[in-house]
C-alpha cells in the first residue's frame, strides 16, 4: 500500500465515530425496550397463575403488567423502524472510509453493504461478508504503529509509556453476531394472542415473545459490541496512516 497516495478524510471518519455512537444508543434502547417487554411479560405470567387469579388487587397488577407489554410493543414498533436506520447509516459511511483507507482494494461499495442487508436472500449470507471483509480489510498491523506516547509519571526521572489499545474481537463473533441477529428476525412475533383467547394460548404466545426478546437482546448486545470494535479499528487506522504521512520531526 501506497500510503503518500491516500488522502485521509478526517472528517468522514468522524462521521462514522458520530453515527456509531447513535447506533449503539439505538441498539442499547432496543435492549432495554426488550428486558422491560420480558419483565413485564413474566409478571403478568405470575398473576395467572392457578391461586393468584381473582383479587381486586392482582387484577389491578395484572392490568398494570399489561399496560407495560402494550407500551414496550408500541416502542418495539419504533426502534424495529429507527434501529436500522442508524445502523445502515453507520454501515455505509463505514465502507466508504474503509475503501479509502485500504487504498479502494476493498470490494464492496457503500451502496453494496446497504443493499446487502434489504435484499430478500441476499440479506441472509453478505451482510455478514461485508462486515468480515470491513473488519479485515482495517487490521490495523498491516499499518506501523506510531511511536508511544511518552508522560511524566510519579517520582524522580518517572515516565510513563502510553501505547493506544489495539481494538480486537475474534472473527467468529462476526458470525456469532449475524447468527443471532437471524434468529431473532426468525423468532420476532408480536406476542399478542386474539382476543377472547383461552389462557393457555395466552400464556403459550407469552412466553414465546419471552423468549425472542431474549434473542432479540442477545443480537442487540452483539451489535453494541460489534459497532464499537469495527469504528475503533477504523480510527486505529486512520491515526497510523496520519502518523506514516506526517513528516519526521528534524533531529
Not at 501506497?2 to 471518519?13: E, G, M, P, R
Not at 405470575?46 to 381486586?56: K, L
Not at 461499495?109 to 461485508?130: E, G, K
Request: glycine share 6%; net charge positive.
Amino acid at each position: 500500500m501506497n500510503l503518500t497516495q491516500i488522502f485521509v478524510d478526517h472528517a468522514a471518519v468522524d462521521r462514522v465515530a458520530s453515527r456509531a455512537r447513535v447506533a449503539q444508543g439505538a441498539l442499547a434502547l432496543t435492549l432495554l425496550n426488550g428486558l422491560l417487554d420480558f419483565c413485564a411479560r413474566a409478571w403478568s405470567l405470575v398473576q395467572m397463575e392457578p391461586g393468584q387469579a381473582g383479587g381486586g388487587e392482582t387484577q389491578a397488577t395484572f392490568q398494570f403488567a399489561d399496560l407495560i407489554v402494550h407500551i414496550s410493543t408500541v416502542g418495539a414498533f419504533v426502534l424495529i423502524v429507527a434501529t436500522p436506520i442508524v445502523f445502515l447509516q453507520w454501515v455505509h459511511g463505514l465502507v466508504a472510509s474503509t475503501r479509502a483507507l485500504d487504498d479502494r482494494h476493498f470490494r464492496w461499495t457503500p451502496s453494496d453493504a446497504v443493499w446487502a442487508f434489504i435484499i430478500p436472500f441476499v440479506s441472509l449470507v453478505r451482510p455478514y461478508h461485508v462486515m468480515r471483509d470491513a473488519y479485515a480489510a482495517l487490521e490495523p498491523d498491516a499499518l506501523p504503529p506510531p511511536a508511544p506516547q511518552v508522560t511524566a509519571g510519579n517520582g524522580y526521572r518517572g515516565v510513563t509509556v502510553v501505547e493506544a489499545p489495539l481494538p480486537r474481537i475474534p472473527t467468529a463473533f462476526i458470525g456469532l453476531w449475524w447468527g443471532a441477529f437471524l434468529l431473532s428476525r426468525l423468532t420476532r412475533a408480536s406476542g399478542s394472542p386474539p382476543a377472547g383467547a383461552s389462557v393457555e394460548r395466552i400464556v403459550a404466545a407469552y412466553q414465546w415473545k419471552m423468549f425472542s426478546d431474549v434473542v432479540s437482546m442477545i443480537a442487540a448486545a452483539l451489535a453494541i459490541v460489534l459497532v464499537r470494535s469495527v469504528t475503533a479499528r477504523l480510527l486505529e487506522r486512520r491515526r497510523r496512516i496520519a502518523s506514516a504521512q506526517s513528516p519526521s520531526p528534524a533531529g
